[in-house]
């Protein structure tokens, strides 16, 4: 309840299971290792179409309630037919999207109502590196940047603390900022 209006709270989160999982996951540890999946298949040029569908958590196989997909590919000006967004966007895609649903559940449990969350995220990068012209240039970003625009009934201190602590336990930003070991292998 929101002290101030009188009225009941809802971003559409409902914290009491999240603070319950939090407790289960407590006493068992070992049910809190999950393992993410994604599958990809070529289908033409630079067009791939990725599916995610099962995960592996709380000791078991588990399954969304549906088969996400996302098509990938290159802009025209890169010689490829634009069947979709670039990998590199679908990066900043996921950064806006841990971190605005992060607003969203900190907010519902510190009895913050939102009306509008809006992230926009940029991406710089020199292109030098990956197409081969410049050994010396990275081939990933050289930085990202989140920006906000957030109406909720708190105040912009309040405002700016939920997102701090989105960013301190978003997975994907952990990802972005800190080395992740990643193997490569063929079969």
């Known amino acids: 309840m929101n002290m101030e209006t009188g009225n009941s709270i ?11 999982a939090r407790s289960a996951l407590t006493d068992a540890p070992e049910a809190a290792r999950f393992t993410w999946r994604a599958t990809c298949e070529w289908k033409n040029g630079t067009h791939t179409y990725s599916t995610v569908e099962k995960f592996f958590g709380l000791g078991g196989e588990q399954q969304h309630k549906t088969r ?3 098509d990938a590919d290159h802009p025209e000006i890169f010689a490829s037919e634009d069947n979709g967004a670039t990998p590199v966007e679908y990066v900043l895609v996921g950064l806006a999207s841990c971190l605005t649903g992060g607003i969203a559940t900190i907010a519902q449990y510190r009895n913050i109502q939102l009306r509008s969350v809006i992230a926009t995220v940029e991406g710089d990068m020199d292109l030098q590196g ?12 050289d930085g990202i940047r989140v920006s906000y625009k957030i109406d909720a009934d708190a105040s912009d201190d309040d405002i700016r603390a939920l997102v701090a602590q989105s960013q301190k336990r978003s997975a994907v930003y952990d990802m972005l900022t800190s080395p992740t070991n990643v193997t490569v292998v063929v079969e």
């Open 130 to 141: 990956i197409l081969g012209i410049d050994s010396d240039v990275r081939n990933g970003y």
């Open 10 to 20: 809802d971003n559409g989160v409902n914290v009491d299971a999240l603070v319950g």
């Open 68 to 70: 996400f997909g996302f």
